[in-house]
């Protein structure tokens, strides 16, 4: 198999279909976005592979496996920007969450960029999974997606990596530890074996509850929301700093009640939002619109984790930065203008009852 990055020319067979160029750039995206949690990145380096792939529609005729190959290009890409990004991301403003991928074209009311290429989300694929591998070094997350997600070889993930076969095994099993630890659960996680350390398979009963969810915040129903969290629930929210205060939060707040008087705190205080629910990472989450009487608009998402029945986590995005490739954006100071408005005339009218 021919080096993504040998120089001279090299034979290329006949041409791809149309269909199987797409088809390739689905796998050079997942890869790609599997080791840096960014649309916008992962569209980069999946345009990128495939200039190497497959230049002037055809691939190289040595190549037997054109998705292995296709993998191989983009991962070994992507670990190269995700080693630059380490510096950007330990500098960012609060919690780093992925761009989030939004699969239903009619709760984004336009589909995602190039959401064909995109092809069908796996479970690796999802916010949870990737907020675990935030914990990894950049080539420990090469290794422990190529050999336990992907299936390589020890010897075939070194290559990629540009390390020995014995070090690719211990950076797989020291990301392996890694990830069960965050997760909380012990287990191998080899490939297939449902441990910690492997992606969670999605809950059969996770539309529903994201359904009951939307409805419980709505209505500001506290009960209705404790039925549906666990008891450790964790929000975590991505803001990047960029949206005006009071719209964001500003650090990961746990357990079921804390989490619920959240939730419902931000409906009572008469946000002029929408809940609707959406594939996002994947699994069944949500997007908040704003009202159409402040001009509409996507105000975040929020990739929910189910386990054992229950939400364990919800991961909101409301960083405009990682949300304008899905769709219009809210114009975040009208909303807070909102709030603040609602606040003035809650303060007015204690005021008065305390003069009554």
């Known amino acids: 198999m021919p080096s993504p990055t040998s120089p001279?020319?090299?034979?290329?067979?006949?041409?791809?279909t149309d269909d199987v160029l797409a088809g390739l750039r689905a796998v050079a995206f997942a890869a790609a976005y599997r080791m840096l949690g960014s649309v916008t990145e992962a569209d980069d380096v999946a345009q990128d592979a495939m200039m190497r792939v497959a230049p002037d529609g055809t691939v190289a005729a040595d190549v037997r496996n054109p998705e292995a190959f296709t993998t191989t290009v983009a991962t070994r890409i992507a670990l190269d920007v995700l080693r630059s990004a380490r510096?950007?991301?330990?500098?960012?403003?609060?919690?780093?969450?992925?761009?989030?991928?939004?699969?239903d074209a009619v709760a984004t009311g336009t589909p995602p960029v190039d959401a064909a290429a995109h092809a069908e989300l796996a479970?690796?694929?999802?916010?949870?999974?990737?907020?675990?591998?935030?914990?990894?070094?950049?080539?420990?997350?090469?290794?422990?997606?190529?050999?336990?997600?992907?299936?390589?070889?020890?010897?075939?993930?070194?290559?990629?990596?540009?390390?020995?076969?014995?070090a690719a095994r211990q950076l797989a099993s020291r990301a392996r530890r890694r990830v069960a630890q965050r997760r909380g659960g012990e287990g191998s996680g080899a490939p297939g074996s449902g441990t910690a350390a492997a992606p969670r398979a999605r809950d059969p009963h996770a539309a529903e509850l994201v359904e009951r969810f939307i409805a419980a915040t709505t209505d500001g129903d506290i009960e209705a929301l404790l039925e549906l969290l666990a008891d450790d629930v964790v929000i975590v929210g991505d803001s990047g700093g960029n949206v005006p205060p009071g719209l964001s939060i500003t650090r990961p707040v746990s357990g079921r009640e804390a989490v619920a008087r959240l939730l419902v705190g931000f409906v009572r205080r008469g946000a002029p939002a929408?809940?609707?629910?959406?594939?996002?990472?994947?699994?069944?989450?949500?997007?908040?619109?704003?009202?159409?009487?402040?001009g509409g608009g996507?105000?975040?998402?929020?990739?929910?984790?189910?386990?054992?029945?229950?939400?364990?986590?919800?991961?909101?995005?409301?960083?405009?930065?990682?949300?304008?490739?899905?769709?219009?954006?809210a114009d975040l100071e009208a909303v807070a203008d909102v709030l603040r408005r609602q606040a003035a005339r809650r303060r007015e009218g204690s005021r008065r009852d305390r003069r009554e």
Do not use: C
């Open 87 to 103: 510096v950007r991301r330990e500098s960012y403003v609060g919690e780093w969450l992925p761009e989030p991928l939004v699969t």
């Open 298 to 329: 996507l105000i975040g998402t929020y990739a929910v984790d189910v386990a054992d029945g229950r939400i364990a986590a919800l991961h909101g995005v409301v960083n405009p930065d990682k949300l304008q490739h899905l769709a219009p954006l």
């Open 123 to 166: 479970d690796d694929l999802s916010t949870a999974f990737l907020v675990l591998l935030e914990a990894l070094t950049p080539s420990e997350r090469a290794a422990f997606l190529l050999h336990d997600v992907l299936g390589y070889p020890h010897k075939e993930a070194a290559d990629v990596i540009g390390t020995t076969e014995l």
């Open 8 to 16: 001279g020319p090299v034979p290329r067979g006949p041409a791809v």
């Open 274 to 294: 929408r809940l609707v629910a959406a594939e996002v990472g994947g699994v069944p989450g949500v997007m908040a619109y704003a009202d159409d009487a402040i």
